[in-house]
């Protein structure tokens, strides 16, 4: 099964704050292939930053796919308003208080796409019963609350798992990972099977524009992998 193309999804978490509009644009002039929202509640984790007024202001600045990652307890009662914001994907975690079929079911009703979430420390099988129903795995290589940390690798062989398991049941639901993403790290979670791969402060440590860090990034995991999949001349 050739890998699918490493999608770089631009974390805000770490960008300027005072100048949100501006940063989500520098990240699509970048090339990025879509931004990545964190909301966190102060309960779910031990930090606040956006809600749904935020998204809804950053909507008009760029035409790239808006994932909101919901690290919040009770995704259950915002879904309508994230979506209503305008989130494409909206991402909840497995350990929140509400039953994932029910975030699930209401988050299509609601016409986005589902992602399910899981923390380090949550076992693969948190996530099984919702393989089939979820539009993209997020495997937090992270304790969530905080960009700028750095990534867990024991995490990795947990992503590689779920790739088994979904090549298995015949599923091409991508696997998105999240946290401590960079130019040393994001080949080996490119190869453990993530394609959807979160990029904060790798990117917004960067003052000016980010075209090149984002190729960068995208090649280090292409070529990180294709190094030990492909002999050197059939790379182009
Ligand atoms: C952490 C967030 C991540 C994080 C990524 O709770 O979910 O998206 O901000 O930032 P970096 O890439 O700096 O780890
Ligand atoms: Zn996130």
Not at 16 to 38: C, M, N, P, Y
Not at 90 to 117: K, L
Request: glycine fraction near 10%; proline fraction near 7%; charge should be negative.
């Amino acid at each position: 099964m050739t890998p699918r193309r490493p999608e770089i999804s631009a974390s805000i978490l770490n960008a300027d704050f005072g100048r949100l509009g501006a940063e989500v644009e520098r990240a699509v002039r970048g090339g990025v292939d879509s931004i990545h929202l964190d909301v966190m509640d102060g309960h779910f984790v031990d930090n606040i930053s956006l809600g749904p007024v935020v998204v809804e202001a950053l909507r008009p600045y760029a035409a790239v796919p808006y994932h909101s990652h919901l690290m919040i307890s009770r995704p259950l009662r915002y879904v309508d308003e994230f979506a209503r914001a305008g989130s494409d994907l909206i991402v909840f975690h497995v350990e929140a208080e509400d039953p994932a079929e029910a975030v699930i079911e209401q988050i299509h009703r609601s016409g986005r796409g589902a992602g399910i979430a899981l923390n380090p420390e949550t076992p693969l099988e948190a996530v099984l019963p919702h393989l089939e129903a979820v539009d993209l795995v997020l495997v937090m290589t992270v304790h969530p609350g905080f960009g700028g940390q750095a990534l867990l690798p024991e995490v990795l062989p947990k992503v590689s798992a779920l790739q088994a398991e979904l090549q298995r049941r015949g599923l091409d639901t991508p696997i998105g990972i999240d946290g401590g993403l960079n130019l040393e790290t994001i080949a080996a979670a490119y190869a453990a099977g993530g394609t959807i791969l979160v990029a904060g402060s790798a990117l917004y440590a960067h003052q000016g524009e980010l075209a090149p860090v984002v190729e960068e990034l995208r090649t280090a995991a292409r070529d990180g992998t294709a190094a030990r999949r492909e002999p050197a001349e059939s790379r182009r």
